[in-house]
T-cell receptor
């Protein structure tokens, strides 16, 4: 069965520092995708970044990068030069293609940026 | 821009009431999803639909049903609301991907349901 694990329920980081949010997953499928979403206090879910299981290079989107280590089944999110507006809940998610676009989410990490 | 709207941001209902949560998307997406979000548990999939009148159970379908009569609208129904269904409910939609293409989900703003 597929599983997503986020082991950090909460993190505090100083503004302008880099931060890594951990995500590990478990699947026996060869074809899958990994996502990160941000949920600010307003509640909306914002897509940040995607990594496909066959992508050889780590995905990057602006200040966000995904440290994909397939053998270790980890997909950590790295935020460089953190900003106060980065304070939010962050969810890691996995989609697998043997099912009809089904996605599971981790339990989330609450990131708080200190000024 | 893709827009997913939900009928209410906040809803208060009494135990035993029938509750309808409506979700509408305007981007012709095939897939639509209903999740509930609870602290420490992340998002859990209740039901999803990959086409009109098609539905599949997610991880926690008990106590819920869904309806998809039109492509743009996906309704979540609580036949007899109970206090343990107090939660944030999120609707999402996505295109159908093939093989290596991915299906970014677009989310609505959420409905915070309180069952008294």
């Amino acid at each position: 069965a597929q599983k997503i694990t986020q082991t950090q329920p909460g993190m505090f980081v100083q503004e302008k520092e880099a931060v890594t949010l951990d995500c590990t997953y478990d699947t026996s499928d060869q074809s899958y995708g990994l996502f990160w979403y941000k949920q600010p206090s307003s509640g909306e879910m914002i897509f940040l970044i995607y990594q496909g299981s066959y992508d050889e290079q780590n995905a990057t989107e602006g200040r966000y990068s995904l440290n994909f280590q397939k053998a270790r089944k980890s997909a950590n999110l790295v935020i460089s030069a953190s900003q106060l507006g980065d304070s939010a809940m962050y969810f890691c998610a996995m989609e697998w293609y043997s099912s009809a676009s089904k996605i599971i989410f981790g339990s989330g990490t609450r990131l708080s940026i200190r000024p | 821009d893709v827009k997913v709207t939900q009928s209410s941001r906040y809803l208060v209902k009494r135990t035993g009431e029938k509750v309808f949560l409506e979700c509408v998307q305007d981007m012709d997406h095939e897939n639509m999803f209903w999740y509930r979000q609870d602290p420490g548990l992340g998002l859990r999939l209740i039901y999803f639909s990959y086409d009109v009148k098609m539905k599949e159970k997610g991880d926690i379908p008990e106590g819920y049903s869904v309806s998809r009569e039109k492509k743009e609208r996906f309704s979540l129904i609580l036949e007899s609301a109970s206090t343990n269904q107090t939660s944030m409910y999120l609707c999402a939609s996505s295109l159908v991907g093939r093989d290596s293409s991915y299906n970014e989900q677009f989310f609505g703003p959420g409905t915070r349901l309180t069952v008294l």
